[in-house]
């Protein structure tokens, strides 16, 4: 596991030899790999103005869409569930989150982690727009990854699956 350095400024997180994501910590909006750029433009359609969206990340690998989330739509409450505690460590020493973020990395799998966001129904306060997005439904899986079969989302709503409070978005590790 490590952090490559490019001569952009930019990092990409290898682990056992397969880029797992990309951070330029001076341009968070740059995503470079096109299964984030598919979660960005899910939760662009979702919430088109700068408000704030309570997101849970199945997945944080170098926290990508966090800190992509964090800068286009400021205070929004995130939870990134990533297993890998050594991975978390060299993100967080490598590339530090930015300041004022509201991201919590729970060292649980997207398994463990996530059956709240398949059972959770939205508060009659809440004003966030809800969806659940599957990685199944991704264009196709990050390399090096295969896409997770037992994955607990369910892509939109409709009558038979209410819609929650949160944004469920990425692959566990």
Known sequence: MSVVWDERGGATVVRDGFPQSYVDPDDP???????????????????????PLAVTHVG??????????????PGSPQIVLEP????????RR??????????????????RGCPP????RPTSSSST?????SCRESSRAPAGRRRWPGCC???GSS???PPTSRVCAGCPG
């Open 60 to 73: 944080g690998a170098g926290m990508t869409l966090a800190r992509w989330l964090h800068r286009t739509h």
């Open 94 to 111: 490598e590339l530090p989150l930015p300041r004022g973020h509201r991201i919590r990395v729970r060292p649980v799998t997207g398994q």
């Open 29 to 51: 909006l740059l995503l470079v790999f096109e299964y984030v750029e598919q979660f960005a433009l899910v939760l662009q359609a979702l919430r088109p103005d700068p408000a």
């Open 153 to 155: 989302h369910r892509t």
């Open 84 to 91: 890998d505690v050594a991975l978390t460590e060299l993100v």
């Open 129 to 133: 727009p809800t969806t659940r997005v």
């Open 117 to 120: 966001c398949a059972t959770a």
């Open 159 to 161: 009558s038979s699956t």
